[in-house]
């Protein structure tokens, strides 16, 4: 990864990733448009500090960041994201992210996958390999797959994109494999863990990828590897073994931790998938919550709802949607409610989709970072 890439990855660490990033790897979008400041949440008054945060005393109720400063609180809300577990999948570690990237976290190995792709020969074979769940945005790989297998046939057509992948049954899967079928044919092959396609160690020197039953050797390989809760989570006790953190599904308060609240990707929240829009959904719902507590009120009930938009190419989108209520342990799919794209629509419901992904992006990210 040259340096100019470097320099432009570390002027602003902020970038977002599933949706559109996938548009990234294939050219159709360029990186800065995944990319994020906070200068317009600082012009409404609100407060930002760019420090990481080191530790968390549950106890005092303090927070400390890198920079030295200790901040107190009287409820704690945290998003800690994933952490990529790279020793889970013996051979892969972060000295293998170079050869073998996950880009599963935007940025720099986004665009390092972007110029493996690039550079391949035509004729070469790219290799994805999907862990188990849970991890982030469950239809993330699917799409991913969609789009390279796009820019392969338009720009490497002798080329074969192979998945395999740690489960059977993904989300909108009648939807992409019948997308797959039609868009790319042969060029793109998908593999289950019923046919012995888990990937159970990787070579990242020899660029070979080993399952129960084979070994294949990439040209390209993104190896997508487990995950759990980002590190902050740990640091704070707010995660359990299985490397994800418990709440109270009504108020997102933690299991583990008292006035400490846990949103997004590292929740336990059951049925919601870890997708954007659940933590966007998540946070509205937990504000509310802490504002009730704080003034005495009880937490409300309500549902939550997620939307996910995946592209099979740019003009052909797909999407699921679900309804989740809370009961007293967990959160739970509202039977009946929600549902995917029709199987049998035209070449316009498909492009109105892709628009509507777009749409839900340019709100999502006015939301979050008033932009």
């Known amino acids: 990864l040259g340096d100019v890439y470097k320099r432009q990855v570390e002027a602003n660490p902020t970038y977002t990733a599933c949706p559109l990033s996938n548009l990234v790897l294939t050219t159709d979008r360029p990186i800065g448009a995944q990319q994020f400041g906070y200068a317009d949440l600082r012009k409404v008054g609100i407060g930002v500090i760019l420090s990481r945060a080191t530790a968390v005393d549950p106890v005092a109720h303090s927070v400390e960041l890198a920079n030295g400063e200790q901040l107190t609180y009287d409820r704690l809300v945290i998003s800690p994201g994933i952490d990529l577990r790279s020793d889970a999948l013996p051979g892969y570690s972060e000295t293998a992210y170079d050869r073998m990237p996950h880009a599963w976290q935007a940025g720099a190995q986004t665009l390092l996958l972007k110029q493996?792709?690039?550079?391949?020969?035509?004729?070469?074979?790219?290799?994805?390999?999907?862990?188990?769940?849970?991890?982030?945005?469950?239809?993330?790989?699917?799409?991913?797959?969609?789009?390279?297998?796009?820019?392969?046939?338009?720009?490497?057509?002798?080329?074969?994109?192979?998945?395999?992948?740690?489960?059977?049954?993904?989300?909108?899967?009648?939807?992409?494999?019948?997308?797959?079928?039609?868009?790319?044919?042969?060029?793109?092959?998908?593999?289950g863990r019923s046919s012995g396609a888990e990937v159970i160690s990787v070579a990242p020197d020899e660029m070979r990828l080993d399952t129960d039953f084979d070994s294949v050797t990439a040209d390209v390989a993104n190896v997508i590897p487990p995950q759990q809760a980002g590190a902050i989570a740990?640091?704070?006790?707010?995660?359990?073994?299985?490397?994800?953190?418990?709440?109270?599904?009504?108020?997102?308060?933690?299991?583990?931790?008292?006035?400490?609240?846990?949103?997004?990707?590292?929740?336990?929240?059951?049925?919601?998938?870890?997708s954007a829009f659940s933590a966007n959904a998540q946070a509205k719902l937990c504000a509310a919550q802490i504002n009730r507590m704080l003034t005495g009120e009880p937490p409300i009930g309500t549902t939550l709802i997620n939307t996910c938009y995946s592209l099979v190419n740019p003009e052909y989108g797909i999407s699921v949607a679900g309804v989740y209520r809370p009961d007293p342990d967990h959160w739970l799919e509202v039977d009946g409610a929600g549902g995917t794209s029709p199987m049998a629509a035209g070449p316009e419901v498909r492009a109105l989709e892709a628009s509507y992904a777009r749409d839900w992006y340019k709100a999502m990210t006015a939301q979050v970072f008033g932009t």
């Open 234 to 274: 740990a640091i704070a006790g707010v995660a359990d073994a299985s490397g994800w953190c418990p709440i109270e599904p009504l108020t997102f308060e933690s299991r583990l931790q008292p006035d400490i609240h846990v949103i997004g990707d590292a929740a336990i929240a059951n049925a919601m998938p870890k």
């Open 116 to 191: 493996q792709l690039n550079s391949m020969a035509d004729g070469g074979l790219v290799v994805m390999s999907v862990p188990d769940n849970p991890y982030r945005c469950p239809p993330g790989p699917y799409e991913r797959a969609s789009l390279i297998a796009r820019y392969l046939m338009s720009n490497k057509p002798g080329s074969k994109l192979l998945v395999l992948d740690a489960i059977d049954r993904f989300s909108k899967q009648p939807l992409f494999m019948a997308a797959w079928r039609e868009q790319y044919g042969d060029l793109l092959e998908w593999q």
